[in-house]
């Protein structure tokens, strides 16, 4: 089966870094997305990962362990519009683009 | 900056009603997606659509549904005769060739009563 989890909430407080956990079990993978969602928004793409290690991206950095089936979504500085929903996807090698989405996690930042 | 649009934002129709949802993608993609999310749920694939046919799509995708793209910038998503279930918030995406990233449209909150 086809299964990736996630937290279902974190709470972190602005300027701190906080780190987002996505474990999956598919039967194929080709790469893993993280997606940012505020309620009622569309998903915006965040970063991509194919091969193991970490990628940098100004205040976030997502990281990848494919033969653990987990990766991470890691951001700093956090500031107050950071609050949102965190879509982990995985998207299978036998698919032109169909991902496999997690329930994603609600991110909220106190002040 | 290029971004995909979805119309309308907010669509409330019958049971058994047929309706079309509207997507203009970016301009010089050629991978087109749509997607759907009930309310407090995930993210579902619907199908994908490229050279002018389905590429693929989910088992929610069924003789219910039907895509279109009938000029060189709509790609249509049509439910022929919706049921209660169908309400959720339905998204399109786009994506250029050789790029791994999909824009998503803003979405269309869809309200079968």
């Known amino acids: 089966g086809q299964n990736i989890d996630q937290p279902t909430e974190m709470t972190a407080t602005e300027g701190a870094i906080v780190q987002i956990n996505c474990t999956y079990q598919t039967s194929g993978f080709n790469g893993l997305f993280w997606y940012q969602q505020h309620a009622g928004e569309a998903p915006t793409f965040l970063s991509y990962?194919?091969l193991d290690g970490l990628e940098e991206k100004g205040r976030f950095s997502s990281f990848l362990s494919r033969s653990k089936g987990y990766s991470y979504l890691l951001l700093k500085e956090l500031q107050m519009k950071d609050s949102a929903s965190y879509l982990c996807a995985v998207r299978s090698p036998d698919s032109n683009y169909q991902l496999i989405w997690g329930a994603g996690t609600k991110l909220i930042i106190k002040p | 900056e290029p971004e995909v649009t979805q119309t309308p934002s907010h669509q409330v129709t019958q049971m058994g009603q047929e309706v079309i949802l509207r997507c203009v993608p970016i301009s010089n993609h050629l991978y087109f997606y749509w997607y759907r999310q009930i309310l407090g749920q995930k993210v579902e694939f619907l199908v994908s659509f490229y050279n002018n046919e389905i590429s693929e799509k989910s088992e929610i995708f069924d003789d219910q549904f039907s895509v279109e793209r009938p000029d060189g910038s709509n790609f249509t998503l049509k439910i022929r005769s919706t049921k209660l279930e169908d309400s959720a918030m339905y998204f399109c995406?786009?994506?250029?060739?050789?790029?791994?990233?999909?824009?998503f449209g803003q979405g269309t909150r869809l309200t079968v009563v």
């Open positions: 990962n194919v």
């Open positions: 995406a786009s994506r250029g060739t050789g790029a791994t990233e999909a824009f």
